[in-house]
């Protein structure tokens, strides 16, 4: 394996990527193609933008010509495909956009490598990054294996799971070496203010509200970023052709208590009184079509890879907050201008 193309290696888990690939394997080629959305951001690369093996193509898996183009050019060796419109609010204000960098964003891809790779798939891997969100919603009990049917309920988890489908059905129909990966909800630095934790982090030291949906008792279960990154390498390199692997942190917390669980370490670090900060949770309208949990069964991974988180929640989480409050011209960069507009649209008379 020679040349990489990352793509979405400008956002928050294909920054850690990247950054993974460039250090550990100095005999790879590694294309980060990004369109720089609101997402991208080239400061999350600062560390390795200057080594010899990383390079930085801007451009937008949507145009199939520039797709095309792109692959004839640099004949990749390997795909690990990241781009994404990712945030489930958004996708339920705009879904269109979603169809076009998730879906067709997708099958772009998917064409160029097959067009480029055609008669020869011997050592080469079209690895598509995918969510825990397309199996849908579990109940109090459960979690999701890789035979889990797909029943997705947001425009963004459906956009995803329709991705996912193309990419299946391109192994299966001309035989690309596709693999899938399945992730629950990362955290950790670099990941844009309008998640959860990066958000109410930001909204907690600037001591304004933070909207919980409905009554908080959704359930996630929450894997550092790094830890993502880690088992993405292992399947890039060791999954078989058709395979799809779940990736979980056996880390579920309802939202309340999670937030609460901020809130502590938050008021800690500032040096305000414990609990301070409790007055700013606000219950606010539930998401639309809000999945109730989320768990992954990581069976699979573990016995097959020998993958298992690394990252113990208590010290990443705190690694997390650090990294926030350490990087105030981070978050001042991307919370200026188009960022404002979104927070005014998406919680003001929510
Ligand atoms: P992100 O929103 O932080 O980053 C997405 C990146 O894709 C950005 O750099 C953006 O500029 C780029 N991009 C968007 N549209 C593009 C286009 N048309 N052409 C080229 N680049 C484009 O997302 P993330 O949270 O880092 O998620 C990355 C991937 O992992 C996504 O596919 C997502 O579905 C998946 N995933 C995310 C999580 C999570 O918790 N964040 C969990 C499981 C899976
Ligand atoms: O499960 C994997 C998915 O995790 C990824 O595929 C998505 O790309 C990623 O965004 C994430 O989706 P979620 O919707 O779970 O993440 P988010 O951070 O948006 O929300 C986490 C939970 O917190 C969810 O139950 C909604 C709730 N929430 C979120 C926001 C932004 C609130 O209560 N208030 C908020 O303001």
């Known amino acids: 394996m020679k040349k990489i193309l990352i793509t979405g290696g400008a956002g928050f888990i294909g920054s850690h990527v990247v950054r993974l690939f460039v250090n550990k394997y100095p005999d790879y080629e590694i294309y980060n193609l990004d369109k720089l959305t609101y997402a991208g951001n080239l400061e999350n690369l600062t560390d390795v933008d200057s080594m010899p093996n990383y390079h930085f193509i801007k451009g937008d898996i949507e145009d199939q010509e520039f797709v095309q183009k792109l692959f004839e050019e640099y004949q990749f060796d390997g795909v690990i495909h990241l781009a994404a419109e990712s945030h489930v609010d958004r996708s339920i204000t705009d879904p269109m956009s979603f169809i076009h960098t998730n879906v067709l964003g997708t099958v772009h891809l998917l064409n160029a490598a097959k ?4 008669g020869s798939f011997e050592g080469k891997k079209f690895y598509q990054i995918s969510t825990d969100e397309v199996y849908g919603a579990l109940g109090d009990t459960g979690s999701f294996t890789e035979t889990t049917p797909y029943n997705p309920h947001s425009p963004y988890s459906a956009a995803k799971a329709s991705a996912d489908h193309f990419v299946r059905a391109y192994h299966d129909t001309y035989g690309l070496p596709t693999v899938i990966s399945n992730c629950s909800n990362n955290y ?3 990941q844009f203010p309008e998640k959860l934790i990066p958000l109410f982090i930001h909204n907690i030291k600037n ?4 909207p919980v949906y409905g009554k908080g008792i959704n359930v996630r279960d929450w894997l550092y970023v790094e830890d993502h990154a880690e088992a993405i390498d292992l399947i890039f390199h060791k999954a078989q052709p058709g395979s799809t692997y779940n990736i979980g942190g056996n880390n579920e917390w309802r939202n309340i208590d999670l937030i609460k669980k901020l809130i502590e370490i938050m008021d800690r670090k500032l040096g305000r009184p414990e609990g301070a900060s409790l007055s700013l949770i ?5 998401r639309a079509g809000h999945d109730l949990r989320y768990a992954i069964d990581p069976t699979k991974i573990k016995n097959e890879l020998g993958w298992s988180p690394k990252v113990k929640f208590d010290e990443g989480f705190e690694k997390t907050v650090d990294w926030y409050l350490s990087h ?4 001042e960069h991307v919370t200026s201008g188009a960022y404002v507009e979104y927070y005014r649209k998406m919680y003001e008379g929510r």
């Open 282 to 286: 606000t219950y606010v309208a539930d």
């Open 188 to 190: 950790g630095p670099n």
């Open 328 to 331: 105030e011209e981070w978050l």
């Open 207 to 210: 001591n304004k509200p933070l």
């Open 115 to 118: 067009n480029i790779w055609q």
